[in-house]
């Protein structure tokens, strides 16, 4: 009889569901059940070790007791999950071979028990020197891809046009500027910290940026930086920087509607939108998107974003949280931009 | 010498630019100074008398001090203008001689002395039996235009999907959901009053109609006749309405943007948007536009509406004013909805 290790399986548990802005002690790290570290056999399951977890705003829709939308709510009691990067340490799957990489939906915790027919957009990934492994769940992952087919197949973009991207240094909007500038448009970012717009202009290569907090009139600030108006608006944040850039949308302008992390739009004292009227004379269209609707085009993604950044045309920024016990932080921190960069947590290393 | 009739020339007048909601005493009725019924030789104008003025929502857009949008504001002082169909007088432009009809941008007055360069959409009307002439400012005119071009070009219908019309008596709603059932579209429209709800259901062929006066809970409402979700919401009020549509869309829904005649809208203590957040896990695409900007298949919208309403497929309701002396109070009852279907006033007989 073969000898298999047995080990507690520490996780993130969701405690209950929450309203509004999580917190971290809406959620707790502890010691779960020992697991055995084995995939039993006749389950067609494959037990993983979780390497790196991805932190991303639309898990808020996850922690809430709301079964409407996209997708199901977390069960309180039970780890929370999202997308990560993992290692094969046993299979029952013959389509998965320990020691293989995989990135998809995983649970917070240290080991997982997978199904391929219950994983969305899993994939298997090589090794490659030149790229950090992480990357995966941000520049070449949902992060990235989001920006990706949000920019190409919402926004219709032309060379010379002009972009503003709001939560620009985030995992999306870092990417959104980056193929903007290599589009040739000229870019604008907006964040909320001076550290961000530093970022923004002297690493990531936006024209200009600026801190939406230091500006007491949103309007203003736009009529500064896009005197003949905006072409394509990619947003993140909802709230009122999307009431100012309507006013502020050139004729068949375009509005990518990617999040809406703003703690305003999450707020239900918010002041709502009161200038969508604007579309109608500036004929603008808003369109929501989800990067799940075009994986047929994500081969394509991989390629040009490997390709670009592998030629050192476009870098990415990561904010990377240390251990399992800093991933409800890391978490709840997205919803006050306390990250700078791509919010990842590394739970154990390769 | 030829003999020239002088005449006093009666006009509406607006006073004042307006904040907020139209009243009519912004505008008034007065004989005006006298006018030579003749175009001045030399001057490439022509002489109209105005037999019928359209009534339209825009309208209130150019009656403010604001020169940002799409038209110029109306001159205080001056006579408001719009759509009317008149008939040539005297002319010294060739291209038009006494007698005939155009359609086209006039004063709201008896006479008016119009350039064919000046003006937008200005178009020959030929007399039809079948057609009651003031259906070239409603059906066949703007209005419809916008229904068609809206309909058609922004909502992408496809048969068997599920269309909601807001303010659906009016000039537009009307229309739309003609055409939507034609398409063999599931066609809500709603209204504001009971006798509005009965021409939807019994003259206009809509599947079903409330009244949004006596709904408290405007999203209960649409769920009740919408229970699978719209696919297709055509918007002409905006406000509440508009952010109750937000939550039952479809999948893949698209709302356009064709007016904001709501109250709400119009007034600076609306609670605004809330509920746009739901385009995105929706993937609804919302989009404003201009029938303007579709003059290339005004024909063809000829051609076709002209056809149905002579096979009898549609049919189209007015609510005439006589003369210009209930101008302001037919203009400013659109915002409230007094009118019952397209407002026109007749200033003249053929």
């Known amino acids: 009889m073969e000898e298999v290790a047995v080990v507690g399986n520490k996780k993130v548990i969701l405690k209950n569901y929450v309203d ?11 010691i779960g059940d020992t697991i055995e570290l084995k995939a039993p056999k006749g389950s067609s399951c494959f037990l993983v070790k979780n390497l790196y977890l991805s932190c991303d705003p639309y898990m808020r829709g996850r922690m809430r007791d709301f079964h409407g939308s996209y997708l199901p709510p977390f069960l309180p009691g039970q780890p929370i999950e999202g997308f990560g990067l993992a290692k094969v340490i046993d299979s029952d799957d013959p389509n998965y071979t320990p020691g293989e990489l995989i990135c998809g939906i995983t649970g917070w ?12 957009q899993l994939r298997k990934i090589q090794l490659d020197d030149a790229i950090p492994l992480s990357y995966h769940l941000g520049l070449l992952g ?5 920006a990706y087919a949000g ?42 910290s001076k550290q961000k717009v530093d970022l923004l202009k002297n690493k990531l290569g936006f024209d200009e940026a600026f801190n939406y907090k ?10 500064r930086y896009f005197p003949d108006g905006i072409n394509i608006y990619f947003d993140n944040v909802g709230g009122s920087m999307l009431d100012a850039a309507l006013l502020n949308m050139k004729v068949r302008g375009r509005i990518a509607l990617c999040g809406m992390v703003s703690l ?5 004292s918010s002041q709502g939108i009161n200038n969508l009227y604007n579309a109608i004379p500036k004929r603008v ?29 476009i870098v990415y920024i990561e904010d990377m949280s240390e251990g399992l016990e800093l991933a409800p932080a890391a978490l709840v921190g997205l919803f006050s931009g306390k990250n ?7 739970v154990a290393n390769e």
């Open 109 to 120: 915790e240290e080991y997982s028990l997978l199904r391929s027919s219950n994983e969305l």
């Open 142 to 146: 949902m992060a990235g891809f989001t």
């Open 264 to 268: 305003q739009s999450l707020s239900s």
């Open 20 to 30: 509004g802005i999580p917190t971290e002690t809406d959620m707790e790290v502890k």
């Open 151 to 192: 920019f190409y197949e919402i926004c219709s973009p032309r060379k010379g046009e002009s972009v503003f991207v709001s939560a620009a240094s985030g995992a999306v909007g870092q990417l959104v500027g980056q193929l903007a500038k290599l589009h040739g448009c000229y870019v604008v970012g907006s964040a909320g």
């Open 214 to 223: 230091e500006e007491a009139d949103l309007d203003a600030a736009l009529k």
């Open 285 to 313: 269209r808003l369109e929501g998107f989800l990067q799940s609707d075009y994986v047929h085009i994500f081969p394509q993604f991989l390629e040009h974003v490997k390709g670009y950044y592998k030629e050192g045309k």
């Open 340 to 346: 700078v960069g791509k919010q990842v947590v590394r």
